[in-house]
Nanobody
Framework: QVQLVESGGGSVQAGGSVRLSCAAS????????MGWFRQAPGKEREAVAT?????????YADSVKGRFTISRDNAKKIAVYLQMNSLKPEDTAVYYC??????????????????WGQGTQVTVSS
């Protein structure tokens, strides 16, 4: 069983930066995808950024391209980070780290992601 633990959320003013971390325990091989998703009040959960651990290829939602960066650190078991810059009030949401059981290329759909962290709140004030 894979367990994911997020950290790094908090409150920041618009234009600021936040870095989220996700540590995975349990077996996580290279042929998996990991990603960051978010859910704002009254809205559906959406993919923010995902990464295929096998080759590091990435996907970004249009709303965060050029501002957010997802990265991996295979040396630390499996850890995934989300660097968020130039934050906007509309980025306010609970951010979740997630992992698939298996994948062979970067994906953006939510349904293949089987394992989820508990979520961390990011609040951006104007």
């Amino acid at each position: 069983q894979v367990q994911l633990v997020e950290s790094g959320g908090g409150s920041v003013q618009a234009g600021g930066s936040v870095r989220l971390s996700c540590a995975a325990s349990g077996y996580v091989g290279n042929r998996v995808c990991m990603g960051w998703f978010r859910q704002a009040p009254g809205k559906e959960r959406e993919a923010v950024a995902t990464i295929y651990i096998g080759d590091g290829s990435t996907y970004y939602a249009d709303s965060v391209k050029g501002r957010f960066t997802i990265s991996r650190d295979n040396a630390k078991k499996i850890a995934v980070y989300l660097q968020m810059n130039s934050l906007k009030p509309e980025d306010t949401a609970v951010y979740y780290c997630a992992s698939t059981r298996w994948c062979d290329r970067v994906i953006s759909a939510i349904s293949p992601f089987n394992y989820w962290g508990q979520g961390t709140q990011v609040t951006v004030s104007s």
